[in-house]
């Protein structure tokens, strides 16, 4: 039987859950670990290309020490115009902790002199909750029994009309990690439905090949986004125990798969709390400047979400990254990628947000929703509810667009909803 028609079976659920084969593979695969692919191992289809920035990354990340740093270090780091990889470690390490304030009032420099006064707004959509993979932290993933469903066209377009008349001119399109419930074209007419209320697109689904990337661009996406979740190799292997997201090193160059499609902007991040959050910071902020380097024409940007509690899964909660932590993160980005955009999520405590975007951020999202077909309702555009899909973690900020708007302008910055033209 091929992997994809096993996998395709175990995705079955009676009225009680999950279905006797699919129970039998999911404990098999968290139980025996040779039941599990090799996660460096390349599936057929996947696109390889020629490049070393997973070996600089890497190698990087393992002579990484934060305890070798001191405050002296910290402290050069500081007086630096130009931060050094050696200054990132130094301001990533727990003797850059007492630094915190002397930190934020450099970034807050570094962004008022790139960025100005002004905060981009965006939202995402989620278009489809099905996924093939087993990521065991995830409220999509493939043996959580939640409510699967797919948008068709007709749903997709009444779902951007909504946000448009929000006034958002930007959107984030999302889907689960299944190239058979969510194809390639699928997400294309996406993008094309997009274009007729949005001026920005982004992507955030499955890493894809140049050609696929290439033929999005075409459709109308703009920036394409991909969490590594973690770089920590041991980690991600227990952590990714089926599908394609398994394959560590197809998800690492998705990015420079985009760039070479044409895309204009990438943009990166860990998912904090996975693993060690300082060598993951350590890792995304060195991926995505090596990829500046090699790219300089592209548009960069980077984000720090936190784990999040998701549907079955309540104890799914970030471990010892905590708001100064995060902070820390933050601020450590900015004085290494001056130019890079910073975004913060709807996972992030209103105040936390309002608070970092005087910071470092850059953009911010606004009327989040993470579940399926759910904007009619929840922007009062219908009387009954719309059958949605369940959502694939708990956002902790849901002000709207109006309110994020105001409570920005409040604390003295600029929403800004576009500032981009396609020539």
């Not at 419930?181 to 007419?189: F, P």
Request: aromatic share 8%; with cysteine.
């Amino acid at each position: 039987m091929s992997e994809s028609k096993r996998q395709r079976d175990d995705l079955v659920f009676d009225a009680s859950g999950l279905s006797p084969a699919a129970l039998g593979r999911k404990h098999r695969l968290e139980r025996d670990p040779s039941a599990r692919t090799d996660p460096m191992a390349y599936l057929p289809g996947m696109e390889r290309i020629d490049s070393d920035l997973k070996d600089r990354v890497l190698a990087a990340v393992a002579a990484y020490d934060p305890a070798r740093f001191g405050s002296a270090d910290v402290c050069r780091a500081l007086g630096r115009e130009r931060l050094a990889i050696e200054d990132l470690e130094a301001l990533l390490s727990p003797a850059a902790a007492p630094f915190l304030e002397p930190m934020a009032e450099r970034a807050r420099a570094e962004t008022v002199r790139h960025f100005g006064n002004t905060v981009y707004l965006f939202t995402p959509l989620y278009i489809a909750n099905y996924c093939e993979n087993y990521c065991v932290y995830c409220g999509f993933n493939c043996f959580n029994p939640i409510r699967r469903m797919k948008l068709g066209k007709a749903q997709i377009e009444r779902e951007m009309e909504i946000i448009a008349k929000s006034g958002m001119e930007e959107i984030l399109l999302l889907t689960g990690e299944s190239r058979s419930a969510s194809g390639v074209e699928y997400i294309g007419e996406a993008c094309e439905l997009a274009r007729r209320y949005f001026r920005l697109v982004g992507l955030e689904v499955y890493p894809m090949n140049t050609d696929e990337y290439r033929y999005l661009r075409s459709r109308g996406a703009d920036y394409v986004t991909v969490f590594q979740e973690t770089y920590d190799l041991a980690q991600y292997a227990e952590l990714h125990l089926l599908g394609h997201k398994r394959v560590w090193p197809y998800r690492f160059d998705a990015q420079e798969r985009a760039l070479l499609g044409g895309m204009r902007g990438v943009a990166f991040s860990a998912l904090l709390g996975l693993s060690d959050f300082r060598r993951d910071a350590l890792a995304t902020a060195l991926h995505a400047c090596f990829i500046q380097r090699k790219y300089p024409g592209a548009e960069i940007s980077l984000s720090c979400p936190r784990l999040r509690p998701i549907t079955n899964h309540e104890n799914v909660r970030p471990g010892e990254i905590g708001e100064r932590e995060l902070c820390q993160v933050l601020c450590a980005y900015r004085l290494f990628l001056p130019f890079a955009g910073i975004t913060v999520s709807s996972r992030e405590s209103a105040a936390f947000r309002n608070g970092i975007a005087k910071i470092v951020a850059t953009k911010i999202s606004a009327g989040v929703s993470t579940g399926i077909g759910d904007h009619a309702s929840k922007y009062g555009e219908e009387t009954a509810p719309a059958p949605e899909g369940d959502e694939q973690f708990a956002i902790s900020d849901t002000r709207s667009l109006a309110q994020m708007a105001a409570d920005l302008t409040g604390e003295g910055l600029q929403p800004v909803l576009n500032d981009y033209v396609d020539a």
